[in-house]
């Protein structure tokens, strides 16, 4: 992809970019001048034009999330989600750390679209950096007059705040997240009411990725026809992909949505290929939360659609984690429970016991004490969690549900193979102190 | 009444109500921990799941959706469909109770919530026998979290009832949800123990045995209780309660549902304040004095003395010495067979409401509302049938008077026939009263513990406690409540309403409705009290 043309991080490299007025030099907030001499409703129709969809998991058309809002409300919140906590995802942290201007003014945008008077940006507490890097740009953009009270003399007032989080995955979840913001504990609201209607403080509130954000200044800068004009009909505009694990070049690359798993992972553009030669095992490319490949499936692309013939939840964050033929899948498998059963929220009976029981059966695999009837077990326990099917009030046991079912799934046989290779002596010590 | 269909049955909802409550309305058991009507929903116990009908997105056609909806959180529509009775209702189900046992300790024999527990009744019914978990279990720990409530939080469901019952209810939210997932805790905020006035409640709504009243643990086994209806003497709200003994002695009371009045709760006032009906100083046999000797006749004896008594008195005093003080402890048929037997005897005598007893001022849940949204009230007035005595007294008419008039004209020897009905399980009577009434001529004092009204007496007659008396009980709303007898009163004595029958000329057996029945022609308000009882409108 040589003749990619870098659109969110093409301040790469520039120094001092962090500041107003180096970004400012560099064509900065030309689109908020532009678009507050229009009015919200082109800004919307251009952005659902573009067809700029969420890039923090789901994928819901920006726009359309937007035109939810009821048109009599009084007032409007926008929550930027900058909770990112999928495991191996780093990008909004790279986006905001690299060009944190570019996200404000995305977030001003959206706030001015929405007619939000307020923008709140969710932060995990982990972002140190992060925090202090956007904090600053914000205290610059309110003395520069960007921030606060009638901006650029165009008569919208917005104030921006820094919400940090404690730390819980369930908070990226657009109700935990908001409910955190009120001070509560982050457990995901029941639905309807939507958020757009009754969300945070019970007002409309939209709740926007930090990646889609800022996506949305180039759009009012170049057209939504531009946009599209990169990668696909469905999934179009510039992504950020993250690789990690055992590749040469692990980190945060911007692409067009039309590469595949194995371009990201293998190609010099991007992850580099294997280290030090070692054969790939598996890819989980959207974040563990989407599910996993197997080397003879890393053809698929790295868009919105394709994932689900794979058997996949969807795209994800795009972050893709390698797992090369040292790992035993078995550690892949503990480990990956033991993220959900220590982050599932509590709240929903199949998510709280359900995460917990599959990262004692996991442990228990990856100690040398499984039984083969296990991975039924498994599979059954994983099967019975899940929004979709209508077992929980938020998506987080979906995202357990996928890498645990894809694992067992897919690689079955290596399971099995390992469960029958266990030392016979340790696995019967163990299994009767378990029991 | 928005009919809906239910597993191909139609049935008619309440307006309004999630489909839920209308299935429990109308018979069906639908496993539910985290729903209660008198609460806010969360939809978190993911049991109550059913099938529902919804248009297909592109056909529009009505259809099966593939996914399930929680019943407490769907509301009923006119002409929904939906079904519980499926295979995939049911497994998630099956799915559910095993995941609610996977970490419970089932210490069942050692519980005191066996017996009552929805978690053995869904698991017997809708679980399975056997865990499939290998592992250890996870052990929660056993909580002393205030002052009438212990946590054993290892056999909790985390329904979260509690917490929001505390924070939606009594309004003092000292409860909350600790950690995270499986390790997720109920638990109180350190140095916060749950401490308010409703705090039974959340014993009687934790649907398994994780939150214990310490005032009950380990008395009884609860299918040794036998329960009784009743309604609380505690102040004048007049909660519907029921009353739990075994061998008559009353263990525990629990709220009954009675809307409008205390929908589902209770205080801890009327909970945990009934044990002065086994405190041993009561008195248990009428007393007589002759001259200056005392003794206890037989019951048998009682009416025609005090006829003898009464009517010697009038005859030489006439009726208007006479004065009736009706106390609110008693029952509005106790205070009616008195009245009218003293009316009988002597058509002038004055009836009169007896001590009130006040103590501070209303309080109102959740605390620190508006009186307007106060979800439960206890009432300042610490008896349960002001009002009831008050309206017979209007409605009876004649000579009548206040109270502290009484004392006076005792004092004055305008009455000297006095017949005293206290009752009150504490703070009676003032000294002040005692030194006025005792110069009366006959003085006959009702009383449950001995006092110096007592000492005083030319009979003495003792008075039950409400658990052993039957009757009704007008609140401070004006409601006639029926309440029934749950035990047998203390050796020797009789109940009230049993021997004022007697006395006022009437043969055979006393119940409260028999005296309705014949109050009902001057007063039709008492005709129709008797209904049945209302159904509870929630399982548990």
Request: proline share 6%; with cysteine; charged share 25%.
């Given at each position: 992809m040589a003749d990619y043309e870098p659109v969110l991080l093409k301040h790469e490299g520039v120094e001092n970019i962090r500041s107003l007025e180096v970004y400012r030099a560099n064509g900065g907030y030309q689109s908020l001048a532009k678009a507050l001499k229009t009015t919200p409703d082109e800004v919307i129709d251009e952005v659902k034009r573009a067809n700029l969809r969420g890039r923090g998991g789901a994928g819901f058309p920006a726009g359309v999330k937007w035109t939810f809002l009821p048109k009599d409300r009084k007032r409007t919140l926008l929550c930027v989600n900058a909770d990112e906590s999928e495991p191996p995802t780093f990008s909004n942290r790279y986006l905001m750390e690299a060009d944190p201007h570019m996200v404000l003014e995305g977030t001003i945008l959206a706030s001015f679209a929405t007619q939000a008077q307020t923008a709140y940006v969710y932060m995990r507490i982990e972002f140190h950096e992060p925090f202090h890097i956007m904090q600053r740009a914000i205290d610059e953009a309110y003395a520069a007059g960007l921030l606060g009270k009638n901006i650029l003399k165009s008569g919208y007032d917005l104030d921006v705040y820094i919400h940090r989080g404690a730390g819980a995955y369930v908070c990226g979840e657009e109700t935990g997240l908001i409910e955190s913001i009120e001070g509560k504990r982050g457990w995901p609201r029941i639905k309807p009411p939507f958020p757009a209607v009754e969300g945070l403080f019970g007002q409309p509130t939209v709740v926007n990725n930090v990646e889609t954000v800022a996506n949305i200044p180039h759009i009012l800068e170049r057209g939504a026809d531009w946009f599209k004009s990169?990668?696909?009909?469905?999934?179009?505009?510039?992504?950020?992909?993250c690789v990690c694990g055992p590749v040469n070049k692990p980190g945060c690359y911007e692409g067009p949505m039309t590469i595949s798993?194995?371009?990201?992972?293998?190609?010099?553009?991007?992850?580099?290929?294997?280290?030090?030669?070692?054969?790939?095992?598996?890819?989980?490319?959207?974040?563990?939360?989407?599910?996993?490949?197997?080397?003879?499936?890393?053809?698929?692309?790295?868009?919105?659609?394709?994932?689900?013939?794979?058997?996949?939840?969807?795209?994800?964050?795009?972050?893709?984690?390698?797992?090369?033929?040292?790992?035993?899948?078995?550690?892949?498998?503990?480990?990956?429970?033991?993220?959900?059963?220590?982050e599932s929220c509590g709240q929903c009976t199949q998510c709280r016991e359900g995460t917990s029981w599959l990262y004692k059966i996991a442990s228990r695999i990856a100690m040398g004490a499984g039984r083969i009837e296990?991975?039924?077990?498994?599979?059954?326990?994983?099967?019975?969690?899940?929004?979709?099917?209508?077992?929980?009030?938020?998506?987080?046991?979906?995202?357990?549900?996928?890498?645990?079912?894809?694992?067992?799934?897919?690689?079955?046989?290596?399971?099995?193979?390992?469960?029958?290779?266990?030392?016979?002596?340790?696995?019967?010590?163990?299994l009767n102190v378990l029991n | 009444m928005p009919k809906i269909i239910i597993d191909g049955t139609e049935i008619e909802a309440r307006d309004g109500v999630p489909v839920l409550q209308a299935a429990l309305e109308s018979g069906l058991d639908i496993p539910h921990y985290c729903y209660h009507p008198g609460l806010s929903?969360?939809?978190?116990?993911?049991?109550?799941?059913?099938?529902?009908?919804?248009?297909?997105?592109?056909?529009?056609?009505?259809?099966?959706?593939?996914?399930?909806?929680?019943?407490?959180?769907?509301?009923?529509?006119?002409?929904?469909?939906?079904?519980?009775?499926?295979?995939?209702?049911?497994?998630n189900q099956k799915t559910c109770m095993e995941y609610f046992l996977l970490n419970h300790p089932l210490d069942c024999p050692v519980c005191d919530q066996a017996g009552e527990c929805h978690l053995q009744d869904y698991s017997y019914k809708f679980g399975s026998a056997e865990s499939r978990m290998y592992e250890q279990k996870q052990v929660n720990p056993k909580k002393d979290i205030g002052p009438k409530t212990l946590l054993y939080s290892d056999r909790c469901v985390m329904c979260t009832r509690c917490v929001r019952f505390a924070n939606e209810v009594a309004g003092t939210g000292e409860l909350c949800v600790t950690n995270r997932g499986g390790r997720a805790e109920i638990d109180v905020f350190p140095g916060v123990p749950l401490d308010n006035g409703m705090q039974g409640n959340v014993v009687d709504i934790c649907p398994v045995g994780a939150l214990l009243d310490k005032d009950f643990m380990f008395k009884q086994r609860v299918w040794f209780l036998k329960g009784g209806d009743s309604i609380c003497p505690g102040c004048s709200t007049g909660c519907a309660i029921r009353v739990d003994s075994n061998e008559n002695v009353v263990h525990r009371l629990k709220p009954r549902f009675n809307p409008g009045v205390n929908d589902w709760w209770m205080c801890d006032a009327g909970r945990f304040d009934f044990k002065y009906v086994h405190d041993v100083k009561r008195i248990a046999k009428p007393r007589l004095r002759r001259?200056?000797?005392?003794?206890?006749?037989?019951?048998?004896?009682?009416?025609?003395?005090?006829?003898?008594?009464?009517?010697?008195?009038?005859?030489?005093?006439?009726?208007?010495?006479?004065?009736?003080?009706?106390?609110?402890?008693?029952?509005?048929?106790?205070a009616w067979l008195l009245a009218t037997y003293i009316r009988s005897l002597a058509p002038e005598a004055t009836l009169l409401l007896g001590h009130v007893p006040i103590e501070g001022e209303d309080e109102r849940y959740p605390v620190g509302c508006n009186d307007d949204d106060a979800k439960f009230t206890i009432n300042n007035e610490k008896c349960p049938n002001r009002r009831g005595v008050e309206m017979l007294i209007e409605q009876l008419g004649g000579s009548t008077c206040a109270f502290e008039v009484f004392a006076k004209k005792c004092a004055d020897g305008e009455f000297t026939?006095?017949?005293?009905?206290?009752?009150?399980?504490?703070?009676?009577?003032?000294?002040?009263?005692?030194?006025?009434?005792?110069?009366?001529?006959?003085?006959?004092?009702?009383?449950?513990?001995?006092?110096?009204?007592?000492?005083?007496?030319?009979?003495?007659?003792?008075?039950?406690?409400?658990?052993?008396?039957d009757g009704s009980f007008t609140n401070a709303g004006g409601k006639i409540q029926p309440f029934e007898r749950a035990i047998d009163p203390i050796q020797g004595a009789r109940r009230d309403g049993q021997y004022l029958f007697e006395i006022a000329g009437n043969e055979g057996l006393y119940s409260g409705e028999r005296v309705r029945e014949m109050m009902a022609d001057k007063m039709a308000a008492y005709a129709n009290v008797a209904e049945a009882p209302l159904k509870p409108a929630h399982q548990h």
């Open positions: 990169i990668g696909t009909d469905s999934s179009s505009g510039p992504k950020l992909f798993c194995e371009e990201l992972v293998m190609s010099d553009a991007y992850g580099g290929g294997m280290r030090r030669g070692v054969p790939l095992k598996a890819v989980f490319p959207g974040g563990i939360s989407m599910g996993v490949l197997k080397s003879d499936e890393l053809q698929m692309k790295m868009d919105f659609d394709d994932p689900r013939n794979f058997g996949l939840l969807g795209l994800g964050t795009a972050a893709a984690v390698v797992v090369n033929a040292e790992s035993d899948m078995r550690d892949v498998l503990r480990n990956v429970s033991r993220f959900y059963s220590h296990d991975i039924d077990l498994l599979e059954e326990v994983s099967g019975n969690m899940g929004m979709m099917p209508g077992f929980s009030i938020c998506g987080l046991p979906d995202g357990a549900t996928f890498p645990i079912r894809g694992i067992v799934q897919k690689f079955r046989a290596e399971l099995e193979e390992g469960i029958r290779n266990q030392p016979s002596g340790r696995a019967d010590a163990l | 929903i969360v939809a978190s116990c993911r049991l109550c799941l059913m099938e529902m009908k919804l248009p297909h997105p592109q056909t529009k056609e009505m259809g099966w959706a593939p996914k399930l909806f929680p019943s407490c959180q769907t509301p009923v529509r006119e002409g929904m469909e939906v079904r519980f009775g499926t295979e995939k209702v049911e497994a001259g200056q000797e005392s003794d206890t006749p037989d019951w048998s004896e009682i009416p025609d003395i005090v006829r003898y008594r009464f009517e010697q008195h009038i005859a030489r005093r006439g009726g208007a010495s006479v004065a009736v003080v009706l106390s609110p402890m008693m029952a509005n048929e106790e026939a006095a017949w005293v009905v206290g009752g009150y399980p504490k703070g009676w009577p003032t000294k002040d009263l005692t030194k006025s009434v005792k110069k009366c001529e006959l003085l006959v004092a009702q009383d449950i513990f001995e006092n110096e009204l007592t000492g005083e007496a030319e009979i003495v007659l003792p008075a039950c406690a409400w658990v052993e008396r």
